[in-house]
């Protein structure tokens, strides 16, 4: 949900080949269709694999929909097509969320809801600065999208692979599921990890989708 792409630094040096991290805006709409509009101008103009990490699932399928013809294939890593906890989002985007990041027990908060009890602490020192990065109103409304968000009335064709944490406190097992409804051409991948999986376990994410990218060029 934080949209930077900062957290992604050690993933990609694992991962082979060329890519570009798009970031999320840090003003104006934060819907998935409006983020789709902003990224597709970002877009490369030859063919790629678009990967998306847990909130920017939702923008997928509002890319697919321009028909922008480079997409070859999507991965989704720890992701949800409709909202994942429309109890807990409400009170989420009440809390100071600056205020709380600062807090001695946002670590133990963090540890336990997303990144496991191994998390390094140089880790969770870059996800609070990233967090105290990004404007308050930003973090709300994307939260504020996710309580709302409802799975797609379409389905789509292309090569699909989806990375489950398989320790995920946030997405539940039938949350991934609901991508096989939309995705008709996906794969499950499971990795013994917390939901930031691709930032505990950047080498075993790598590798996976190393091989995904290979198998569609063979």
């Known amino acids: 949900m934080d949209g930077t792409g900062v957290l992604f630094t050690e993933f990609l040096s694992h991962f082979d080949g060329d890519y570009l991290v798009i970031p999320l805006p840090s003003h104006g709409p934060q819907d998935h269709a409006s983020l789709a509009q902003v990224i597709q101008k970002q877009l490369p103009q030859q063919d790629y694999i678009l990967l998306a990490e847990s909130f920017s699932g939702g923008i997928v399928p509002e890319l697919l929909k321009l028909e922008l013809t480079h997409i070859k294939g999507v991965v989704f890593v720890a992701s949800f097509l ?30 336990l809801l997303f990144f496991g009890k191994g998390a390094s602490k140089a ?81 075993e994410c790598a590798l996976v989708i190393n091989q995904f990218i290979q198998s569609g060029q063979s």
Do not use: C, W
């Open 82 to 111: 409709s909202s994942p906890n429309k109890y807990l989002l409400p009170i989420a985007k009440r809390l100071p969320i600056k205020a709380f990041a600062s807090s001695s027990i946002s670590i133990v908060f963090y540890k």
């Open 123 to 203: 880790l969770l020192s870059k996800f609070v600065k990233v967090i105290q990065s990004i404007p308050d109103e930003v973090l709300k409304n994307r939260l504020m999208v996710m309580s709302k968000q409802v799975l797609p009335q379409v389905t789509f064709e292309l090569p699909t692979m989806y990375i489950q944490a398989h320790s995920d406190k946030l997405i539940s097992s039938n949350k991934s599921q609901e991508f096989s409804k939309i995705f008709n051409h996906i794969e499950f991948k499971k990795i013994e990890g917390p939901h930031f999986v691709i930032q505990t376990k950047p080498k």
